[in-house]
């Protein structure tokens, strides 16, 4: 069985930057050590970044939330250095779903994510590879994920429960 972990957006802005809360800088080492494990097994590891470019502000998503964060190439838009060791290969998204993962793990029986933000990017990138893949096993790591607020956070494990991911 060909297994892949998605890290959502695990970067410097979502932890300890403009957009960072306590929950998230709490998962890093918890989502290092999912890491460590999936690479001594040999599990392909993926990581995604938002990215945004210096007019932020005046895009769609800009607009309703106005907080600069992820613009490319600053220090927030970096995956966090405790998990540098594990970057292979990253996938940047323009908006919270990544249209371009379901050809990159097409390929994959087991896709597990973890990362940030529960209620925004980890949920609509779960939804998006379960409309996309309804056979294959799809789960979310909840210990290894952050939302905005903890009862955001919750609400979105709910959801995707709902839509059977399954969450672990």
């Known amino acids: 069985m060909r297994k892949v972990l998605l890290v959502i957006d695990m970067q410097n802005d979502f932890i300890d ?22 690479k001594k097994e040999g599990t392909t590891i993926l990581f995604t970044k938002d990215t945004h470019e210096e007019n932020y502000l005046q895009t769609s998503e800009g607009k309703k939330l106005p ?3 992820c613009i490319k190439p600053q220090k927030g838009w970096e995956i966090c250095g405790q998990l540098l060791p594990y970057v292979t290969e990253v996938v940047e998204k323009k908006t919270f779903g990544s249209i371009d993962l379901p050809e990159k793990i ?23 590879l379960k409309a996309h893949f309804p056979e294959k096993e799809i789960s979310v790591d909840a210990s290894c994920c952050a939302g905005v607020t903890p009862v955001s956070h919750q609400n979105a494990l709910d959801a995707m429960k709902m839509c059977q991911i399954t969450i672990l």
């Open 17 to 38: 930057g403009t957009l960072g809360t306590k929950e998230a800088v709490a998962i890093v080492p918890k989502v290092a050590a999912k890491a460590e494990k999936a």
């Open 67 to 69: 907080v600069e964060h």
């Open 106 to 128: 097409k390929d994959f029986d087991s896709i597990e994510l973890v990362g940030l933000c529960t209620d925004i990017c980890v949920i609509s990138n779960a939804l998006l």
